[in-house]
């Protein structure tokens, strides 16, 4: 199929939505791509391209301005409960206790995740740890607009300035501690971070962030000693971790170094244990969903409104087990401190060896709202895939937007045609 646009309105009655079920268009210039890569990755970029094939899909996703202004008002509506103590009481009383200390940092790169649905977009979850921003960042460089002549063009406030905000915002959270000196090494964090399939965000991070005197590490957990009060790799002080693991509360005994420096304030982390407590534990969506409560507790009717797009979302317990079980068709299970979708199930998918699983563990589920499609042409042939769509954002303001294409229950970014696509604005 050439590229071009189709008028399949009986799919979609939005422009938004008729481009996404009938635009073919391919606007990843695969060859700027590869050259900003190379600029910024040296030898490492085309290995790391062969090994990722599905990473970026040539296909954009649309959005209409006033979807755009929907999903902002959500980040507005969870900000604004957040900040507010009856809420943080309620949130905390579930977290670990290394959670409950605020120590200042309003957390790096936090990840808003929508499904877009015939009723509006719904916040599917809360990441405190999103990745995908870097990448998005340099292929934002390699797009072509596509169909002018619908006046579409790139989200608005994004790639060219993201650099310099990315390291705005580092600086930020070490100043937010109370750190008044420069801030001078930075330690990016996860386990085995070369076998993690972000790994190239890793490497263009360090690169994009090292400007000046600081330093920036690629580093595993073990690489790290907390010693008289300072947190080091291989006898360097570490000022300040961007934190990408998924021990959220630093509870394995593999990141014993970094819990104990970050208890005793002798590094800087974001994202912390207190702001996914805060923001990205699943039980959170219980409280952000409960629209009654949050009037009780005095949020504002502007972020009430903003925040029904929600979807309901209850605690698993002993108690409603027999009927979440009759209307699991109703439902999507999910953990209530996972991560990457690992141990989510859709209702009508349960078997009773995992229903069973889900009861002995600690489940919330919250009502299934199914995603948004995107037509793509893959050898010339239209193909469906789901899609979603993430806000990157810090302290409230959105750095960042990208969508998601993939097939199955869940993200993977290895699906032909799939992986992270542009949003163009109509």
């Not at 700027?32 to 996703?61: K, M, N, Q, Y």
């Not at 300035?161 to 109370?178: D, H, P, V």
């Not at 005793?264 to 039980?283: E, Q, S």
């Amino acid at each position: 199929m050439s590229c071009g646009c189709e008028d399949n309105s009986s799919e979609a009655s939005t422009m938004a939505g008729r481009l996404n079920a009938g635009c073919f268009c391919r606007t990843l210039d695969e060859a700027a791509l590869s050259a900003a890569l190379r600029e910024t990755l040296g030898d490492l970029a085309a290995p790391i391209l062969e090994a990722r094939p599905h990473l970026f899909s040539h296909t954009p996703v649309f959005l209409s301005a006033g979807e755009v202004v929907e999903l902002r008002a959500v980040v507005a509506a969870i900000e604004e409960v957040v900040r507010n103590p009856s809420y943080q009481r309620a949130a905390l009383a579930w977290a670990p206790e290394i959670a409950r200390r605020d120590l200042g940092p309003r957390g790096a790169f936090m990840g808003y995740d929508f499904h877009l649905t015939a009723e509006g977009p719904r916040l599917i979850e809360v990441n405190t740890n999103a990745g995908g921003a870097f990448l998005n960042a340099l292929a934002g460089q390699a797009q072509r607009v596509c169909c002018g002549d619908a006046g579409i063009g790139l989200a608005p406030g994004e790639a060219g300035a993201f650099a310099t905000a990315a390291r705005e915002m580092f600086a930020r959270e070490w100043s937010l501690q109370g750190r008044t000196g420069p801030l001078g090494r930075i330690a990016i964090v996860d386990d085995s971070p070369g076998e993690q399939h972000l790994y190239p965000e890793f490497l263009i991070a360090q690169r994009m962030l090292a400007v000046g005197a600081v330093e920036v590490l690629v580093l595993d957990p073990t690489d790290l000693a907390h010693r008289d009060g300072v947190l080091s790799a291989a006898g360097a002080p570490i000022d300040l971790v961007y934190n990408r693991l998924v021990d959220f509360a630093f509870e394995e005994p593999r990141h014993a170094a970094l819990r104990s420096a970050y208890l005793d304030g002798a590094v800087v982390v974001t994202p912390n244990p207190h702001l996914h407590a805060l923001y990205a534990d699943k039980r959170d969506l219980i409280l952000f969903s409960d629209l009654t409560t949050l009037a009780a507790w005095g949020v504002s009717d502007p972020a009430l409104h903003a925040l029904k797009a929600v979807p309901r979302t209850i605690r698993v317990t002993p108690d409603n087990a027999d009927e979440l079980w009759r209307e699991r068709k109703r439902w999507f299970f999910k953990p209530t401190r996972g991560h990457a979708s690992k141990g989510v199930y859709r209702g009508e998918k349960l078997t009773t060896r995992v229903w069973a699983e889900i009861l002995a563990a600690d489940y919330v589920a919250q009502a299934y709202s199914p995603p948004s499609e995107r037509q793509i042409a893959i050898d010339g042939r239209p193909e469906t895939r789901k899609l979603d769509v993430r806000l990157y954002t810090y302290d409230g303001d959105v750095l960042l937007s990208a969508a998601r294409l993939y097939q199955g229950q869940a993200t993977n970014f290895r699906t032909p045609g799939g992986g992270f696509a542009p949003l163009f604005v109509v």
